[in-house]
């Protein structure tokens, strides 16, 4: 039979506390992003597919748009979204 010897913690309820409290959580809700998800995904007035503006050099038509039931359109802006303006225009 192996002993394992008796460690006792020496910190202080205190410091670990501290050390939580200290800590920076991200929200949810921004993802890694400097603004908020939610707030930046509209939904389409004519497919009602979820879509979102996003910048040129990661995506070069300028916007994404997600498949129908990715995301739920619950106060989600309501927008049309820039193919459905586009199949519009063309009729």
Known sequence: MCH???VKDTRKLGDI???IESRQFEK?????????????I???????????????????AGFT????????SYG????TCP????RQEQQ
């Open 17 to 19: 506390t501290d050390f």
């Open 83 to 86: 193919t459905c303006k586009k």
């Open 65 to 72: 748009i997600y498949p129908i039931g990715m995301i739920p």
């Open 4 to 6: 394992m010897p008796e």
């Open 28 to 40: 949810a809700e921004n993802r890694g992003r400097k603004v908020v998800v939610d707030k930046q």
């Open 42 to 60: 509209k939904i389409c007035t004519t497919c009602t597919r979820a879509w979102e503006d996003v910048n040129e050099r990661n995506h070069p």
């Open 76 to 79: 989600k802006k309501k927008q």
